[in-house]
């Protein structure tokens, strides 16, 4: 079994990295892949561990992309992780966002919930901070009883207290990928649009515009979802990846490697995504 997707308190996870890849260990995992949004922060004290575990410890991340006019999220797996361009990159992804997070301090003192961005910080260990911070920030000072109430009445993808980031495309995040060494992956399709959505074409698109591989395995997928993302990926030439999307306490419930409890990611597609890697697309 192996975990490809999962988070650290470098972006919006609990653990830290070195207690990351011990529970991997214990958790019997034969790889776990890190892949915290817009950072590697986590990444030297992640691999660092190595010599101490068993289980194959691997560098990622995880971009946001506009795509349909909605947010879509790309993983960035097996990235060179000393590449001085990529984190060149990555820091301006993370001035982005915290452009992104002044503008909604100042729209949620419109809606009535004056907070401030040393309020969100109290919550987050390292410099990133997520919506998973605004939210237990806005619990914290009254203005939602617990902070999955904040995703649903103000801060979620489609709520009044949300400010969009600038825009990265799927091409350019591919593309950043690719240039770093990585394998660009759609990450969690099945969360995006809604279950009316119809993937095929839009999946044919990313493929066209650079992303090799699609998340098929997910820790909140239900098991048709799983074989739907499976078969697409087989039907257009694309690699499968799979991971919890474990998040520590942020997100309860959701365990490393199992997900809610029926994940199950095949040791081998880490080799197809090895070779991937190496040789890329021909078409
Ligand atoms: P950000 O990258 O700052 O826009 O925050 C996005 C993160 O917030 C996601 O990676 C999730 O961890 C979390 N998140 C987004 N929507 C929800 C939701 N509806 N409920 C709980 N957590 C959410
Ligand atoms: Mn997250
Ligand atoms: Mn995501
Ligand atoms: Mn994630």
Redesign the pocket.
């Known amino acids: 079994m192996i975990d490809l997707h999962c988070h650290t308190l470098h972006s ?1 996870g609990t653990d830290t990295p070195e207690g990351l890849a011990l529970l991997g260990e214990a958790s019997g995992l034969a790889a776990l892949c890190l892949t915290d ?1 817009d950072t590697l922060g986590g990444i030297p004290a992640f691999v660092a561990m190595q010599s101490k575990v068993k289980v194959r410890l691997l560098v990622g991340t995880e971009l ?1 992309c506009q795509f349909l006019g909605r947010s879509l999220h790309v993983l960035g797996l097996l990235v060179d992780p000393v590449d001085v361009r990529f984190q060149a990159r990555l820091v301006e992804l993370r001035g982005r966002r915290d452009d992104r997070n002044r503008r909604m301090i100042v729209r949620l003192a419109e809606l009535g919930c004056p907070i401030t961005l040393e309020d969100v910080q109290v919550h987050s260990e390292t410099p990133l901070l ?3 911070h605004f939210a237990k920030a806005l619990a914290t000072r009254g203005f939602v009883r617990r902070a ?1 109430e904040a ?1 649903e009445r103000l801060i ?2 489609d709520c009044p207290g949300f400010v969009p980031r600038e825009e990265l495309s799927p091409a350019e995040a591919a593309r950043w990928i690719r240039e770093a060494g990585g394998v660009p992956i759609v990450a969690h399709p099945g969360r995006f649009g809604g279950s009316g959505f119809r993937w095929d074409e839009a999946m044919a698109d990313l493929q066209q515009l650079g992303l090799e591989g699609l998340e098929g395995y997910y820790g909140e997928y239900r098991a048709a979802e799983q074989r739907y993302f499976v078969a697409l990926a087989a039907r257009l030439g694309m690699v499968v990846t799979g991971g919890s999307d474990y ?1 520590g306490a ?1 997100k309860p419930g959701l365990r490393l490697g199992c997900g809610r409890g029926g994940l199950k990611v095949p040791d081998h597609l880490l080799d197809r995504l090895e070779t991937q890697q190496r040789l890329g697309t021909y078409r």
């Open positions: 919006d949004h946001s997520s919506r998973v999955p995703f979620g993808d998040h942020h």
